[in-house]
C-alpha cells in the first residue's frame, strides 16, 4: 500500500473510463428501450418521462431506500401500478438489446492502462459511477470501457446505493463500504457538479478533461485536471510529497 496519505482511487464510469457524449448516449439507450417495451404497451414519449422521474427519485433519495427502490416506486406510480412485473423484461433488454448502445461511446486504452498502473502500485481501485442503473447494465459499460467487473474493489450500482451524486452522503457512503476515510481517497471523475461535491467530505478531486462537463461553467483551476497522463503525474506528486495530501 503506498505511503502517501491516498490509498485508494474512485473512478466514475461514464464520460471518464468510458467515452461518451451524454446526450447522444442517452437518446441512443432510450430509443432501444422504448422499442423493447412497445409490445407491452409502453409509449415512448410517456416511458421517458417516467424513467426521467423514477431518475429524479434517486437522486433525491434520503437513503430511506435503495435507489432501486426509489425508481420502481416513482416509475409504478406513473406508469401502472403492476409495472414491477415486467422487470424481466427490463433485465433482458440490459443482457441483449442495451448492448447495442455501445456503438453510441468511445473507447480509450489509457483508461484501462491507468487502472491497472494505478492496482501495480498498490491503490484500492473502486468505481464510484452514479448509481441510476441496475448492475446489469453498470456491468456491460465496464466492459465496453476494455474493463472487467473485478477489475474494480466495488462498484455501485442502484441495487447497493441509498444516495446519487451531486449529494456527499453518496460519496461517504461508497467510503463506509470501503472501510476508508475520505481524506485518503481520491475522485476522478467528469463532472464539475457531480464529482466534485466529493471535496466536501475532505477528499481529493482529479477531473478527466476528455468528455468534460461543465454545465454551471465554474472555473475547471479549482480542481486539479486534465487527461490520464495528467492524472498519473498528479498521483506521483502526491506520493512524493510535491502535492498537498
Known amino acids: 500500500m503506498p505511503t502517501s496519505p491516498l490509498t485508494t482511487i474512485l473512478f466514475d464510469l461514464d464520460g471518464t473510463l468510458l467515452p461518451m457524449d451524454q446526450e447522444v448516449f ?3 439507450y432510450f430509443g432501444l428501450l422504448a422499442r423493447k417495451l412497445a409490445p407491452l404497451g409502453y409509449e415512448k414519449d410517456s416511458l421517458v418521462a417516467a424513467i426521467w422521474k423514477g431518475t429524479g427519485a434517486m437522486v433525491k433519495n434520503d437513503g430511506s431506500k435503495s435507489n432501486e427502490e426509489a425508481f420502481w416506486n416513482t416509475f409504478s406510480g406513473i406508469t401502472r401500478p403492476d409495472a414491477r412485473d415486467d422487470m424481466p423484461v427490463f433485465e433482458d433488454f440490459y443482457r441483449n438489446d442495451f448492448q447495442q448502445a455501445k456503438a453510441s461511446c468511445g473507447f480509450n486504452l489509457e483508461a484501462k492502462k491507468t487502472v491497472d498502473e494505478l492496482k501495480r502500485m498498490g491503490f484500492r481501485v473502486s468505481l464510484a459511477t452514479n448509481p441510476i442503473f ?3 447494465a453498470t456491468e456491460s459499460r465496464i466492459r465496453w470501457a476494455g474493463l472487467e467487473p473485478d477489475d474494480f474493489e466495488a462498484y455501485t450500482t442502484y441495487e447497493n446505493s441509498r444516495f446519487c451524486k451531486p449529494n456527499p452522503k453518496y460519496f461517504e457512503e461508497v467510503c463506509n463500504s470501503l472501510g ?4 485518503e481517497c481520491l475522485m476522478v471523475g467528469n463532472d464539475m457538479d457531480e464529482d466534485t461535491p466529493a471535496a466536501s467530505l475532505g477528499m481529493k478531486v482529479f477531473i478527466l478533461t476528455d468528455c ?7 472555473d475547471l483551476g479549482e480542481f486539479p485536471h486534465g487527461g490520464f497522463s495528467d492524472l498519473m503525474d498528479y498521483v ?3 506520493i512524493n510529497g ?3 495530501p
Request: aromatic share 4%; glycine share 4%; hydrophobic share 30%.
Open 134 to 136: 441496475p448492475a446489469i
Open 26 to 28: 442517452t437518446k441512443y
Open 236 to 238: 506521483k506528486s502526491v
Open 212 to 218: 468534460l462537463i461543465n454545465k454551471s461553467g465554474r
Open 180 to 183: 476508508v476515510t475520505p481524506t
Open 242 to 244: 510535491s502535492t498537498a
